[in-house]
C-alpha cells in the first residue's frame, strides 16, 4: 500500500496527462492548466519545506560550534529581514526595501561570485587543456578564437569575427543539436521509466 | 548621487570587496557575504514564491474565486511536511507520486516537440550550391557524426569508427565554443564589477 499507492498514482497520473496532448478540447486544456497549478502548489509547500530545513540546519550549527554561531545568525538575519520587507503585495515594485536589498546586497554578491570564477576558470582550464592530444588541441584552439573576438586586433578582427560567427553556426550548432537530442531523449526515456514504475528511487527508502 | 545611494553603493562595495577577499584564502569576511547571501537569497525567493506562486494559486483560487477544487493540491502540498514524521512520511509520497506523474506526463510530449521534433525540423534544410547551402551540408554531416559518436550498440570501427571520430572532433569545437564564451562572460562580470568599484571610489574621493 505505502508503495503500490504511490506508483498507481504516478503511472495514471502520467499516462492521462500525455493522451491529454492529444486531445484538442476545452476540458482537455482545461486539465492540462489545473494539473500545472497543481505541481506549482505542492512544489511551493515543498519549498516551505526546504526553507524549515535550511533554519534547523543553520540553527543546529549555530548550536553545536560556537564559532560558527555569528555566520548563521548572519544567515537567519538575511533571511527574516527578506521575509518581513517582502510581505506586502507592493514589495515587488521598484523602490521598496525588499527591492532595493536585492539590488544592493544579492546582485553585486552573485555577480562578484561569478566574477571569481573567471580566476578559477583560468587556472583549472590551463591544468586540464594543456594541449595533450589533437582532441584537447581542437577544444583549446576554439576557445582561444573564441575569446579573441571581443578583442580589438586591428585587421584580422574582420577575419577572426567572420571565423567566431562560422565555428558558432556550424561546428557549434550540430554539436549542441547533438546534445539537445541526446538530452531529450534521455529525458522522454527516464520519463517513461518513471511513469511505468522502473525508476522508483524518487520514493526513497522503506 | 544622494547620501542613501552613496551609503547604499558602500555596502555594495563592500560585500564586493569581501567576496574577492577569498582571492587571499577565506577568512571572516568572506563567510560573512556568503552566509549573508544564502539567508538573503532564501528570503527572497521564498517571498517571490509567495506573490507569484502562493497568493496566486491557492490564495485567489480559494479564496478569491472560489474555485474549490484547488483545496487538493493544497491539502497534498500539506501532507508533504509530513516527513518530519517517521509513522507518516509515508503520506508524502502519494503528493510526491501525483508531482511526479503531472511533470512526466506534461514533459514528454513537450520534450518531443523542443528537443526532438523541432531540432530535426531546423536541421532538414534545402542544400544549395551557395555558401549557406554548403555550411548546411556541413552542419548535417556534423550533426549525424556527433550523433553516431553517442551510439553504442555498434562497435565504433571501419567507416561508423570514422564517422564517430569526426563526431568527437565537431563536439570539441561546440564544448571549445562553449567554453570561450563562458570565460568571455565571467571576465564581462569581472570588469563590471571592477567599473563599479573605481566609479565608486571616484564619487567617494571626488575624482
Not at chain 1, 116 to 144: D, H, I
Not at chain 2, 50 to 73: A, C, L, M, N, R
Amino acid at each position: 500500500m505505502k508503495r503500490t499507492l504511490p506508483l498507481v498514482i504516478v503511472f495514471c497520473s502520467g499516462i492521462l496527462l500525455i493522451i491529454q496532448h492529444f486531445i484538442p478540447s476545452e476540458e482537455s486544456e482545461f486539465l492540462y492548466t489545473y494539473a500545472l497549478d497543481w505541481i506549482i502548489t505542492v512544489g511551493v509547500y515543498a519549498i516551505m519545506l526546504g526553507i524549515w530545513s535550511l533554519i534547523r540546519v543553520t540553527v543546529n550549527k549555530a548550536r553545536r560550534d560556537p564559532g560558527e554561531r555569528f555566520y548563521a545568525i548572519t544567515t537567519l538575519a538575511g533571511f527574516s529581514f527578506m521575509v518581513l520587507t517582502g510581505w506586502r503585495a507592493e514589495s515587488l515594485h521598484a523602490g521598496s526595501i525588499f527591492m532595493t536589498a536585492f539590488n544592493y546586497i544579492l546582485i553585486p554578491i552573485q555577480a562578484t561570485i561569478f566574477s571569481l570564477l573567471a580566476f578559477y576558470v583560468a587556472s583549472a582550464s590551463y591544468r586540464a587543456f594543456r594541449a595533450r592530444s589533437a582532441l584537447a588541441t581542437v577544444l583549446l584552439l576554439t576557445a582561444f578564437i573564441v575569446m579573441l573576438r571581443l578583442i580589438p586586433l586591428g585587421p584580422i578582427s574582420k577575419a577572426n569575427n567572420w571565423l567566431v560567427g562560422w565555428i558558432l553556426m556550424v561546428p557549434n550548432l550540430a554539436a549542441s543539436r547533438a546534445i539537445i537530442l541526446g538530452v531529450g531523449l534521455g529525458m522522454i526515456a527516464t520519463s517513461m521509466k518513471i511513469i511505468l514504475g522502473i525508476e522508483r528511487k524518487y520514493l526513497g527508502g522503506d | 548621487m544622494t547620501t542613501s545611494e552613496l551609503l547604499l553603493n558602500g555596502l555594495a562595495a563592500f560585500l564586493t570587496l569581501c567576496i574577492f577577499s577569498f582571492l587571499y584564502k577565506d577568512n571572516p569576511f568572506y563567510k560573512f557575504a556568503e552566509r549573508l547571501v544564502a539567508g538573503v537569497s532564501a528570503g527572497y525567493w521564498t517571498m517571490l514564491l509567495y506573490h507569484t506562486s502562493f497568493h496566486d494559486k491557492v490564495i485567489v483560487p480559494i479564496f478569491q474565486q472560489g474555485y474549490w477544487w484547488y483545496i487538493i493540491p493544497t491539502i497534498l502540498g500539506i501532507m508533504m511536511w509530513t516527513r518530519f514524521s517517521k509513522k507518516w512520511a509515508w503520506l508524502s509520497r502519494i503528493s510526491l507520486a501525483f508531482y511526479m506523474g503531472i511533470a512526466t506526463g506534461t514533459s514528454i510530449p513537450v520534450v518531443m516537440y523542443a528537443a526532438i521534433y523541432k531540432q530535426l525540423e531546423g536541421s532538414m534544410n534545402q542544400i544549395t550550391t551557395d555558401a549557406t547551402g554548403i555550411n548546411t551540408l556541413l552542419m548535417t554531416i556534423g550533426l549525424i557524426c556527433a550523433v553516431s559518436y553517442f551510439y553504442f550498440s555498434k562497435e565504433h570501427d571501419g567507416w561508423f569508427g570514422g564517422m564517430s571520430r569526426v563526431g568527437i572532433y565537431t563536439l570539441m569545437i561546440g564544448f571549445g565554443a562553449g567554453f570561450g564564451l563562458t570565460v568571455m562572460g565571467r571576465i564581462a562580470l569581472l570588469i563590471e564589477r571592477i567599473i563599479f568599484l573605481r566609479d565608486y571610489l571616484l564619487v567617494l574621493f571626488g575624482g
